[in-house]
């Protein structure tokens, strides 16, 4: 037997080469086979767990030197949350020698990837569980020392040539965990795909086939296949995406948003291109994208939000490069949304916002701000995209919006809902759209519009028709609002909107329209109307005015109720005592005509007692031309005042500055209605009367001028009512001093003052007219009638007599006889005579009974004291009735003796008694009788003297009244 050597030495070259590579082959078997593995095994192991930072685990690895294939089981990477970060069962990997050979590229035939695990956890806040590897990646890959040129070369030499025949990953899953929430959320995703002929340089057609498939936790798949290359980069293929329930995907949506989704299916598929070569980008054609039984629930909501039953894209297409979206089509049919108001705000607001308060208001101000910049960029035409939407259409829509800050919540829905949206386009002129679409308004009303709108400059046009809007279903708002109730009503209109500029100018026309309308205040009805229609509308925030070229009502009933605080409506609305109804504002306001036909308005003052009303009915009438900002109207209209009466108003108008002309009458009125206010301040109610008057008032410059003649005809006062603001005066004589034989009482009054003065009041001045009336027409009744029948005031207060006189002189007679005319047209009135004396008939008398003293032929005082004789008699007089020395009085002769005659007519009149001046008076007031019964023909029955008076303030006969 041969020894090793022997044989080695017996063997040629070519059996000694076939020895060399027999044991070659076993040593590279050996190693391969037995040795190499596990050193490859611990060398992964710690090399990744270096470069990771994290535990890895690699079970087991085998090398097959006959197959040059490499397997790898058991492989994880460890995480201190999630247990495993990253796991597989088995990767087998097998090169392809003779193929690397001949491509002159390594060239691998199969990469099989069996039981994949993969698990990225998001803590709450934000944190995922691979941040500390990406940080520890970044930070090595900072640490290495790279220079210009080689990151050039590297550059320009794109990446390795190699090429993979056949690349599938089997039985794998990606598991999302959010752990936002209370309780951590998993969405499991199983991973399928295979990927053909991956090469890095390859240009054949079959090259660098790829196919994903992913199973959705509960149904549903995406399916990615296409082809892919690497110099330059490119990739394209389709996308596809089937019955995809969206229930799992949301979950993890849930701990950050304000909503869930109970339901909700999703398919899409598009196809696309994307290549990284210069001018290239991302391109998407035919994209096509459909939602079903879509539902998104308020967090703890017991009903839908948003419902879309089926929404659908059709076409739709992306180009990077040009930055250009075309959309042929959306359609979505009977979608429902439903929004909640609650004291924290509107849900469906803030549906899509995070629910940490701080985050969710960043949220907002980032995307005003993103708004804010995108609007600027479109008004500067440097639009970032140019988006086009050809038609976007929806069927079937319904809104309901439910408040829940009323006292008890209410509901408006939108029912029946149909909008089409075309030429919707984004590009350097900005962002336009048309659009025109119908809906059902809170189940009886109906909107149609349509219009034509651009963004960037705001500038919007909409032609709006609405018919049947049941105005009683807004009733609980203005409730909240005001003391107010929509009883009923149904709102129409067919305007015309546009919105222009930043500010924005909105501008309303058109026609509006109300029927059958009514409101109530606390339950009781204070305005309704039949039909109130404006045509001729034009509203212009721009400008602040409002236009109205025919504002018609018919069938207006309006009641103003004075409550028993003294308030009227305008002020129990505003909760002020005394509210003028003035907002402050500068709008103008211009109305053609207003007319008013068949129509009622009533007034009721609750402080009175009994309760005061007045009824206008069949009111009708019209005025033309208003502006508040200055220009005459005429104003002409009639009415039946509680169904006797008839009331009319024609005039002008002017309402800056502030100017009325107006002429009014009113025939027929029955007084007995104005018992609340002759109780209160007469303290009387009224038994019979009718009222008629005619009126002008003048208002200008602020200032108030009106004549007001009254006609009472027929009017008597009845029973006395207590109140503790009757006028104290003889009412009744006063108005029997007023009353002609006809029984009517006609008195023109005047009223006059300035509408500025915070202390004027209309309806004072009146009650003060009335006060002065009554008390003059009591205390001075004939002076009265003499006013009122031309014979001027003050001329019958008393019929004047001469100082010391009982003979009537002419102007007594005058009197008397004026005085007797009157008598004749106020046969109710007994007259009263009181003979009156006072002081200067006490010196008339005594000055009459010092001249019979004097005896002779007295001549006067002045024709005395030019003679010594005349002197000298005054003189002795003096000496003789006061026993003084007229020696005494130092002055001259003439001053001497009118000092005497002074002092001796003191003495006369102080000798005057009483008994004197009482028969005077009472022979002054006989006389006046006898002339008024026998000359004057006034019967005898209508005269009474009554007792005389002794220093009274006139010398004559005092005249009175008493009447029914």
């Known amino acids: 037997m041969q020894t090793p050597a022997q044989w080695w030495r017996s063997r040629g070259w070519g059996g000694r080469i076939l020895a060399i590579l027999a044991v070659l082959y076993v040593l590279y078997v050996l190693v391969v086979g037995l040795l190499l593995p596990g050193w490859a095994r611990d060398q992964a192991r710690q090399r990744l767990s270096e470069l990771l930072g994290r535990d890895v685990t690699l079970e087991r690895v085998a090398l097959n030197p006959f197959t040059l294939s490499v397997t790898a089981e058991g492989f994880a990477v460890a995480d201190p949350r999630t247990e495993t970060l990253v796991r597989f069962d088995r990767l087998y990997v097998n090169a392809e020698l003779w193929a690397s050979l001949f491509h002159w590229r390594p060239w691998v035939g199969d990469v099989d990837l069996n039981g994949l695990r993969a698990r990225l956890r998001r803590e709450a806040d934000g944190a995922l569980n691979v941040d500390d ?26 990446p390795p040539a190699f090429t993979v025949s056949h690349f599938s990953v089997e039985d794998g899953s990606v598991d999302l965990i959010d752990a936002a929430a209370e309780e951590p959320l998993t969405l499991t995703l199983p991973v399928a795909f295979v990927v053909e002929d991956l090469t890095t340089r390859g240009v054949d057609e079959d090259d660098n086939r790829y196919q994903l498939h992913v199973e959705g936790p509960d149904g549903g798949s995406l399916d990615w296949d296409g082809r892919f290359a ?36 999703l398919a899409l598929g598009a196809d696309y291109r994307f290549s990284a070569a210069p001018g290239q980008g991302l391109t998407v054609n035919n994209g096509a994208l459909t939602l079903s039984g879509l539902r998104l629930r308020p967090r703890d909501g017991d009903e839908d939000a948003v419902t879309v039953p089926e929404l659908t894209v059709s076409g739709a297409g992306l180009d990077t490069a040009g930055r250009t979206v075309t959309v042929p089509e959306v359609t979505v049919s009977d979608p429902a949304a439903r929004a909640v108001l609650t004291d924290q705000g509107l849900d469906l607001a803030t549906l899509f916002l995070p629910v940490d308060p701080q985050r969710a208001e960043q949220t907002r101000e980032k995307v005003r701000e993103e708004a804010r910049q995108a609007e600027e960029k479109l008004r500067q035409g440097e639009a970032d995209w140019r988006v086009r939407l050809d038609r976007f259409a929806v069927t079937g829509a319904a809104a309901v919006f439910r408040d829940t800050t009323l006292p008890e919540a209410r509901e408006l829905t939108l029912t029946d809902g149909a909008l089409t949206v075309t030429d919707f386009r984004i590009d350097q002129d900005g962002l336009r759209w048309q659009w025109e679409g119908d809906t059902r308004v809170l189940e009886e009303g109906r909107l149609g519009h349509s219009g034509q709108a651009r963004l960037a400059p705001l500038d919007l046009k909409a032609d709006l028709k609405l018919q049947g809007l049941p105005l009683a279903t807004l009733s609980p708002w203005v409730e909240a609002a005001l003391p107010i109730t929509v009883q009923q009503g149904r709102a129409g209109g067919d305007l015309t909107l546009t919105v222009a500029g930043d500010t924005p100018r909105v501008t309303v026309s058109g026609r509006a329209s109300v029927e059958e309308g009514a409101l109530a205040e606390n339950g009781r009805r204070f305005l309704s109307v039949a039909n109130l229609s404006a045509d001729g509308l034009k509203v212009d925030t ?43 504002g500068d709008w103008r306001v211009r109305l053609g005509r207003v007319s008013v036909n068949a129509s009622r308005i009533a007034h009721r003052d609750l402080t009175l007692s009994p309760e005061y009303q007045v009824t206008v009915q069949d009111w009708q009438g019209r005025m033309d031309g208003f502006d508040s900002a200055g220009g005459e109207a005429r104003v002409d209209t009639r009415g039946e005042v509680n169904g006797t009466a008839t009331l009319t108003l024609k005039g002008t108008v002017d309402a800056d500055p502030l100017t009325l002309d107006l002429d009014g009458t009113l025939k027929g009125y029955g007084m007995d209605t104005l018992t609340p206010f002759t109780s209160r301040y007469l303290g009387f ?5 009718q009222l008629s008057l005619q009126s002008r008032v003048n208002v200008k410059d602020n200032r108030l001028d009106s004549t007001i003649d009254l006609a009472a005809d027929d009017f008597y006062l009845g029973e006395r009512m207590p109140s503790d603001q009757a006028m104290d005066v003889p009412v009744k004589l006063g108005l029997s001093v007023l009353r002609d034989g006809s029984g009517m009482i006609r008195l ?13 009041s209309v309806s004072g001045v009146v009650l003060r007219v009335i006060r002065n009336v009554l008390v003059k027409a009591a205390t001075a009744p004939f002076s009265m009638l003499a006013g009122l029948l031309g014979g001027g005031d003050d001329d019958l207060e008393y019929v004047p007599y001469g100082a010391g006189e009982a003979r009537p002189r002419e102007d007594t007679r005058e009197a008397l006889e004026k005085l007797a005319t009157i008598l004749e047209q106020r046969g109710a009135i007994t007259l009263l005579l009181t003979g009156q004396s006072n002081a200067d008939d006490r010196r008339a008398l005594g000055e009459a009974e010092l001249v019979d003293d004097l005896g002779g032929d007295w001549r006067g005082l002045d024709m005395a004291l030019t003679s010594e004789a005349g002197r000298e008699r005054i003189l002795d007089a003096y000496r003789d009735r006061l026993d003084r020395d007229p020696e005494s009085l130092d002055a001259d002769p003439r001053e001497r003796a009118r000092q005497a005659w002074r002092q001796l007519l003191e003495q006369a009149a102080e000798q005057v008694d009483d008994d004197a001046l009482r028969r005077l008076a009472e022979r002054r007031a006989e006389q006046a009788r006898d002339l008024l019964t026998g000359e004057f023909g006034l019967a005898a029955r209508r005269v009474r003297l009554e007792s005389p008076e002794v220093d009274a303030e006139y010398h004559g006969v005092g005249l009175g009244a008493e009447g029914l």
């Open 133 to 158: 590897i990406l940080a520890r990646l970044r930070q090595r890959a900072a640490d290495e020392p790279t220079g210009p040129e080689a990151d050039g070369e590297q550059e320009q030499a794109g």
């Open 685 to 689: 109610g009224v038994e019979k009367g």
């Open 230 to 265: 690497f110099e330059p980069l490119s990739v394209d293929g389709r996308l596809r995406m089937d019955q995809v329930d969206l229930v799992s995907f949301a979950r993890l949506l849930e701990p950050h948003f304000r909503f869930t989704v109970p339901a909700g299916m």
């Open 748 to 760: 023109p009054v005047s009223l006059s003052g300035d509408l500025s003065d915070p202390d004027f």
């Open 542 to 584: 721009g400008a602040e005015t409002v236009t109205v070229d025919g504002l018609a009502a018919r069938g207006l009933d309006v009641l103003h109720v004075i409550d028993d605080q003294g308030r009227g409506l305008a002020a129990r609305l505003s909760g002020e005592d005394d509210a003028d109804g003035s907002d402050g």
